[in-house]
């Protein structure tokens, strides 16, 4: 039983609340109608009895005009947590997805600049130990530039990570005032 007046409560009353009000106005004023013309049958029947029939219609109008409005604010303010949630939910994918992208870049940064720091310590050290070896000098160069090519990979890689980092938070920030200025308009 208590389905079937969810059911009807979710499906017909909060969908259709206007036509709810209706329905029931209208069974109202068919039995206190029914009930005006009994009494006029039996003649008891004063201006002021047919005053209060008709001055009710202007109360159980309003009184459905509210019920209306309620229910819709209720349906416009679950729209907005919906929406909020989904917001939410937005932000913390994005928040996930920056540490993510962060924790990456840091790990393949510190993974490299180990080892190239070890590479060019060493390459250093040959160099001093021979500086007159020309041979030796040409292959420490050559790991050198090999070494600065990493480096600068490693700055590149280093500055897409900021993009990243900073087009997420301006797409972010953006989104906000562009969702707060479209709620400020209704």
């Known amino acids: 039983m208590k389905k079937i007046w969810r059911e009807f409560v979710e499906g017909f009353i909060l969908k259709h609340p206007a036509l709810f009000s209706a329905v029931i106005i209208y069974l109202y004023y068919l039995f206190t109608t029914l009930d005006l013309f009994k009494r006029v049958k039996e003649g008891i029947v004063s201006v002021s009895d047919i005053f209060t029939h008709f001055d009710s219609l202007l109360w159980i109008w309003g009184l459905s005009y509210l019920f209306v409005k309620l229910v819709n604010l209720q349906e416009q303010r679950h729209r907005e947590e919906k929406m909020r949630m989904e917001q939410i939910k937005q932000y913390e994918t994005q928040i996930a997805r920056l540490k993510a992208v962060k924790d990456f870049t840091f790990s393949l940064r510190d993974l490299i600049y180990n080892p190239l720091t070890i590479i060019m310590s060493a390459s250093a050290r040959i160099e001093r130990r021979f500086p007159y070896d020309n041979e030796t000098l040409r292959d420490v160069k050559a790991i050198e530039q090999g070494c ?18 900073i087009g997420e938070e301006t797409a972010g920030v953006g989104t906000a005032q562009e969702q707060t200025v479209s709620s400020q308009t209704k």
């Open 148 to 165: 600065r090519r990493i480096e600068k990979l490693l700055m590149e890689v280093k500055e897409f990570e900021e993009k990243i980092v």
